[in-house]
């Protein structure tokens, strides 16, 4: 089986807005900005034989202000400008209770059913709470950028950039496995 390093797509892909102390995902094309820096450091995962999972809550689309051509606009700008191997979203409301909304892990058990992952020796790359608490639930390890929407849940690592997280990914890729017999 593969090992996979899911990447939230807001704030660590691309830049969001703050307002009123919350993360803002961009709604038109032209907002949409790609952190720069991030595509040589998936090219690194993607040589040392990852496969490379964007996952993304995008209640909007639900909620009926980010229409969908435009969410289809910014992720065929995302697939042309990183080397990603598949961008999945949950497009529904916390209210919807859907089983692929983060923190729910459904995003996740969906991308290694596709890509045949081992989740338990996959990554997950974050900002936010939501994506440590569905690494806990399929056994990934949670690497999160520090930032305010870590919250108080599990989560494995907090480091300062991207980049200190592809090096602590590529550090554990490369630690030897103890089995317990």
Known sequence: MKLGVFFERDGILNQARVERQQQVSPLLLEEFKINAGVAPLLK???TAG????????QPGISRGYLPRRELDRMH?????TLPIDDLLICAHD??????CRKPRP????????KWRLNLDRSFVVSDKW???????AVGATSLLVKSPWIGA???DFVLPDTKAV????????????TVAV
């Open 94 to 99: 916390d209210t919807d209770h859907c089983p």
């Open 153 to 155: 849940a599990h989560h």
């Open 50 to 57: 990852f496969t490379i999972i964007v996952t993304t809550n």
């Open 44 to 46: 690194q995962l993607k």
């Open 76 to 80: 065929d700008l995302l697939r042309r």
């Open 106 to 113: 459904g995003l996740f058990t969906e991308a290694a059913h």
């Open 166 to 177: 592809v090096e602590k990914i590529l550090q554990l890729q490369n630690s030897p496995v």
């Open 130 to 136: 939501q994506d440590a608490e569905a690494a806990r």
